[in-house]
T-cell receptor, first 116, second 115 residues
C-alpha cells in the first residue's frame, strides 16, 4: 500500500514568486494536514482539510492557502514568497473525523522549499 | 503557554543502553492522545507509539514504551537497548478533542547514539 506522497521533493523559488506543493494521502484517508518545519524548529500546523473543506488553519498569513480535491489529494499554495518561508513542508493524512483518537497521522517525506 | 514541552534539545547515549526522552503537556481536555514520532535526517516523520488519555496501561511497541503519568502530565518515551539507527530527532505530539484534530508538536530532542 502506498504511503503519503509529496511532490516535488525539492523546490527552489525566488522571493515574490508563488510555490505549489502537492500531497496524495493514503488510500481511504480523507483528512490531510499541512505542517511547516523551519530549520532547527518543530512542526508548526498550517492547514487541515477533510472531505474537501478547510477545517482549521494555523497562525499563518493568508498568502498560505490550499485546497483538497475530490480524490482527497491536496495542494498547498504559498504566494508572494519570502525568505523566511524556506522550510520543510510536511503533509500528513489520517482516516478523518470520528474514531480519530488513536489514529496516528501518517506523514509524507516532505517538500523542501528554498526561497532565494 | 506551551502545549508540549520537550526540555532536552540533545542527548548522547551509548549504544545498547536505554534512554528516556522527556515530554510534558498541557491541556484542559479529558480526552486526548499522545504520540511520539521519529524524524531521521531524511525528513520523514515516522510514527512510533501512541497513548490515549484513558488508557490505564503504558503503551509499548517493541523497544519503545511510553511512561505515562497523567497526574504529572508527562509522557516520556523510553527506548530500550538503543541502536545506532535510533539516532534522529524525536518529537512528542498531542491531539485534543477540542483541538480540531491537529497534532501539536514539541520542539524535539536530537538523540545521538554513540558506538
Amino acid at each position: 500500500e502506498a504511503g503519503v506522497t509529496q511532490s516535488p521533493t525539492h523546490l527552489i523559488k525566488t522571493r515574490g514568486q508563488q510555490a505549489t506543493l502537492r500531497c496524495s494521502p493514503i488510500s481511504g484517508h480523507t483528512s490531510v494536514y499541512w505542517y511547516q518545519q523551519a530549520l532547527g524548529l518543530g512542526l508548526q500546523f498550517l492547514l487541515w482539510y477533510d472531505e474537501g473543506e478547510e477545517r482549521n488553519r494555523g497562525n499563518f498569513p493568508p498568502r498560505f492557502s490550499g485546497r483538497q480535491f475530490p480524490n482527497y489529494s491536496s495542494e498547498l499554495n504559498v504566494n508572494a514568497l519570502e525568505l523566511e518561508d524556506s522550510a520543510l513542508y510536511l503533509c500528513a493524512s489520517s482516516p478523518g473525523t470520528g474514531g480519530w483518537m488513536n489514529t496516528e497521522a501518517f506523514f509524507g517525506q516532505g517538500t523542501r522549499l528554498t526561497v532565494v | 503557554a506551551q502545549k508540549i514541552t520537550q526540555t532536552q534539545p540533545g542527548m548522547f547515549v551509548q549504544e545498547k543502553e536505554a534512554v528516556t526522552l522527556d515530554c510534558t503537556y498541557d491541556t484542559s481536555d479529558q480526552s486526548y492522545g499522545l504520540f511520539w514520532y521519529k524524524q531521521p535526517s531524511s525528513g520523514e516523520m515516522i510514527f512510533l507509539i501512541y497513548q490515549g488519555s484513558y488508557d490505564e496501561q503504558n503503551a509499548t511497541e517493541g523497544r519503545y514504551s511510553l511512561n505515562f503519568q497523567k497526574a504529572r502530565k508527562s509522557a516520556n518515551l523510553v527506548i530500550s537497548a538503543s541502536q545506532l539507527g535510533d539516532s534522529a530527532m524525536y518529537f512528542c505530539a498531542m491531539r485534543e478533542v477540542f483541538g480540531n484534530e491537529k497534532l501539536t508538536f514539541g520542539t524535539g530532542t536530537r538523540l545521538t547514539i554513540i558506538p
